[in-house]
C-alpha cells in the first residue's frame, strides 16, 4: 500500500467507538475497517444508480409496447 493517500478525518464519538469496536473484533487496522465501509457505500450508491437507470428504461420499453424479448427482435427489426 505504498501509494496511499494519508487523510484526517473527523467522527462523532460514537461512530469512532464503533469503528474501533469492529477494528479489534475483525483484527483489523482502524484504516482498513474505514476503507470497507467506504468501498461498501460506494457499491451501494452504484447499485442504486443501476437499479434508477434500469427502472428508466424499462418504462421507456413499456410506453412502446416491448414487454418480452419477442417484442424488443421485432421492434429492432423494423428500423
Not at 418504462?59 to 416491448?66: C, P, S, V, W
Request: without cysteine; proline residues 3%.
Amino acid at each position: 500500500m505504498g501509494d496511499a493517500v494519508k487523510k484526517t478525518i473527523s467522527l462523532p464519538p460514537d461512530l469512532a467507538e464503533d469503528a474501533e469496536r469492529v477494528a479489534k473484533e475483525e483484527g483489523k487496522s482502524l484504516s482498513a475497517v474505514i476503507q470497507d465501509a467506504l468501498r461498501l457505500s460506494r457499491r451501494q450508491r452504484l447499485s442504486g444508480e443501476w437499479k434508477e437507470m434500469q427502472g428508466y428504461w424499462s418504462a421507456r420499453a413499456r410506453e412502446k409496447g416491448l414487454l418480452k424479448e419477442g417484442d424488443l427482435d421485432r421492434f429492432l427489426r423494423r428500423r
